[in-house]
Structures are given as structure tokens and as C-alpha cells.
């Protein structure tokens, strides 16, 4: 594993980033903090970590399931004898009410999500949890996103273009659904993934 390298003009610790998307490692770098990924080795663990408890809440559930994330990786580490650097877990879901939307099982529940989504606000909910010096600093992002009519011929060539698998809520805000969307309101990093305002406070915190 190698650390990230790109100028840190804020001069940020390096960080154990514990995510495998792409997205998050883009906005680490924007702002210039050096991280190395560091993935679960029980990949099927890791996805259980995911499965929405009965009569959870979105937002109990994004916490939930980021502390999680958080406490296994650190296992993680302590077992490979890593050196000591805070790590870094995030998780985001998006939500329509009390419904929690997740990653698409396939074409029809991508297409059944886009259906719900289609002409409404809706919630994107992006929690963060940061490990340093045994201690656990949080924050949780929500922002607001409203879409516009969708056309059934829009959510069909949405679909064949394959971006909504994968995505919470079978979209991704920085890729060809950004065509729907009339308003966001909040930050828009943290619908991508990662809310970088935070994540920059946070660290900041843990550096003290």
C-alpha cells in the first residue's frame, strides 16, 4: 500500500482511508489530504455491515452502519500491525422519507427507485467517522435534492448506461443524472460520498 501523493498545502496527517470509491479518494485530494486505502479482507463481512436492521431509521442507519465500519477496520489494522494513523470510514444513503434506497438489486429496482425519485425531494444522508489516538470523531450530512420529471425514456437509457448500479438510490449526482436534478441543497461533496468541509474540520480536531 502506498500513500496517496499530491500537495497538502494544510498539512494534513496521513490518513487509513477505508473505502474502495473512487469518489472519495477524489475529494481527499482535492483538498490535499494524503491517505492510503485500506479495503476489509472479508469482503462478504463488509457487505453484511450494510443490511438495514428492521424499523431502522435512514439516519440510525448510516451512523450505525459507518461506526461499524469503523470498529472492523480498526481490528483490521491492529491485526496487519499497520503503522498508527487515523482511518477514515464514511457511508451514504440515500432516503425518501423513511424509506432507506440502497444499491440497486438490478434493471427493474433501479428503475422502480428512478420511478419514486422521479419529480420529488428527496434525502441524502452522509455520515463520517474518524479514528485518532483512540478517539472517535463523527459527523452526519444531510442534504436535500429534488428532481425534475423524469421521462420513462430517460430512466431506460439511465439504466443502459449503467451508472445507477452500485449507487445508493440509483443515481450518481456527478455523472449523467446530474440532467435531473433542479435543486440541491446542502453540500454536494457529501452526496457524492464524502462531506470534504467536515472531513477538513474533523481532522483538524483530531490534530489537536
Known sequence: MNISTHYNPFEFTPIYLASQSPRRAQLLEQIGIPF?????????????????????????????????????????????????????????TVAFGEEILGK?????????????????????????AILSEGQIHTACVTSEVSFKEIKEQEIQAYIDSGEPFGRAGSYAVQGFAAAFISHLSGSYSAVMGLPVFEVAQLLREAQK
Request: negative net charge; hydrophobic residues 45%; aromatic residues 2%.
Open 36 to 92: 492510503e486505502v485500506v479495503l476489509p479482507e472479508d469482503s462478504h463481512a463488509a457487505e453484511l455491515l450494510e443490511t438495514v436492521q428492521l424499523g431502522e431509521k435512514p439516519l440510525q442507519y448510516v451512523q450505525r452502519v459507518t461506526l461499524m465500519k469503523l470498529h472492523s477496520m480498526q481490528t483490521q489494522v491492529m491485526q496487519l500491525k499497520l503503522p498508527a494513523r487515523p482511518i477514515l470510514c464514511a457511508d451514504t
Open 104 to 128: 440497486p438489486l438490478d434493471a427493474a429496482d433501479a428503475k422502480r427507485m428512478l420511478r419514486l425519485l422521479s419529480a420529488q425531494t428527496h434525502q441524502v444522508h452522509t455520515a463520517v
